[in-house]
């Protein structure tokens, strides 16, 4: 999904005030900041709330920088109360760098044996199971 919509959006909006106000961004700096994240939130939980129906999905984890976000944490949980769905959160220590989950799905590749040799082409991103 795009937030190029959002982005210009709030762009403009800043352009605009920007012009009768130079302090308009340090004076509003908190409610501009929440405004986006709530925007933000609101359109992620619009397509989570339709997979869900569309899917019958019940387990839900949140991973990455992201899931250190109090505000996307507390509408998950939030959701899974009144959908009866299972939400696996990462304890805050373990969201601010991906090396925690790169170490874990390391760990998992040793108990079960499986190694890389030195010349093994790194991947900046990979499938859901393609592990």
Same mark, same amino acid.
């Given at each position: ?13 800043? /352009? ?5 106000? @130079?302090?308009?961004? @340090? ?9 986006? @994240?709530?925007? &933000? &939130? ?6 989570? /709330? *339709? ?21 996307? /944490?507390?509408?998950?949980?939030? #959701?899974? @109360? ?6 696996? #959160? ?11 989950? &790169? ?10 044996? /499986? ?9 900046? *991103? ?6």
């Amino acid at each position: 999904y795009s937030f190029s919509g959002l982005k210009t959006s709030f762009l403009y909006t800043l /352009r605009d005030n920007l012009k009768d106000n @130079q302090n308009f961004i @340090q004076e509003n700096l908190n409610d501009l900041a929440a405004s986006l @994240q709530k925007a &933000i &939130i609101d359109i992620l939980f619009s397509k989570l /709330r *339709r997979a869900i129906k569309e899917t019958g999905v019940k387990n839900i984890a949140l991973s990455g920088g992201v899931a250190a976000n109090s505000g996307l /944490r507390t509408r998950l949980t939030e #959701l899974s @109360q009144k959908n009866n769905l299972n939400v696996f #959160l990462p304890e805050k220590a373990y969201t601010t760098d991906n090396a925690a989950m &790169i170490g874990m799905l390391a760990y998992y590749h040793y108990l079960e044996g /499986r190694f890389e040799n030195i010349e093994v082409v790194p991947q900046a *991103r990979m499938a859901v199971g393609e592990f």
